[in-house]
């Protein structure tokens, strides 16, 4: 996994780490769900004008199936990147992947924006971002294994690699909530939104200071 170079250049000192708000990143291995625990937050805070959920650029197809995303070629994309499109940008699995920039916006106007991103931007969001809550969700290998060959995306030995990847990566650091989505979406759900909850609390105060 490679983390594009363009989230690597020197951050301003006058204009990050961006305040008020929180950036909720939402991390872990293909197949644990992500994209279902978020679903079912944005169904659940569908109301909620203080939360964000972020539509990320992808350089492959648009999916309804999983994940509503915007989809651009890979020159359009690394031209759009060049011209300062995105707050953070990434490739992973031989795709380009790009947060909006004017995410920065609503952190800086006390939003709660919540994103599903690739573990390895994780130190770059800590510097950009003064209030960073990072929530992994995860399931078993098994379980895992599972749902990738459900997507049909892969083959056998991909999916088995991509596993082994994953594996490999471990997240520390503050702020850091651990979701086990193996059993009833509800229930990971249920938690997800605890943590959205405390971080639209902690963004109110925040505000005000």
């Known amino acids: 996994m490679m983390v594009s170079a363009s989230i690597e250049r020197e ?5 990050f780490p961006v305040r008020n708000g929180v950036f909720v990143a939402v991390v872990g291995p293909s197949g644990a769900g992500k994209d279902t625990v ?3 937050a944005r169904t659940l805070f569908a109301d909620e004008t ?3 959920f972020v539509r990320r650029v992808i350089t492959r197809p ?3 199936a999983s994940e509503d995303h915007d989809t651009l070629a890979d020159a359009a994309f690394v031209e759009a990147e060049a011209d300062g ?3 953070i940008s990434w490739e992973a699995h031989g795709l380009r992947y790009g947060i909006p920039a004017d995410v920065d916006w609503s952190i800086a106007n006390g939003y709660v924006a919540v994103a599903n991103v690739s573990r390895a931007v994780i130190p770059v969001l800590r510097e950009r971002y003064a209030n960073l809550a990072v929530v992994e969700i995860t399931a078993s290998p098994e379980i895992l294994a599972e749902r990738l060959a ?5 083959s056998r030995g991909e999916v088995l690699a991509r596993l082994a990847r994953s594996a490999n990566i471990a997240l520390s650091g503050s702020g850091v ?4 989505n193996g059993g009833q979406r509800e229930a990971a759900g ?5 943590v959205l909850r405390k971080a639209m609390a902690f963004s109110d105060i925040s505000g005000v200071m």
């Open 11 to 15: 951050l301003s000192s006058e204009a």
């Open 38 to 40: 978020i679903g079912y």
């Open 50 to 52: 203080r939360l964000e």
């Open 62 to 64: 648009s999916d309804a």
């Open 85 to 87: 499109a995105f707050a």
């Open 150 to 154: 459900q997507r049909g995306r892969e």
């Open 177 to 180: 909530t651990s979701i086990d």
């Open 190 to 194: 249920e938690r997800f939104a605890e």
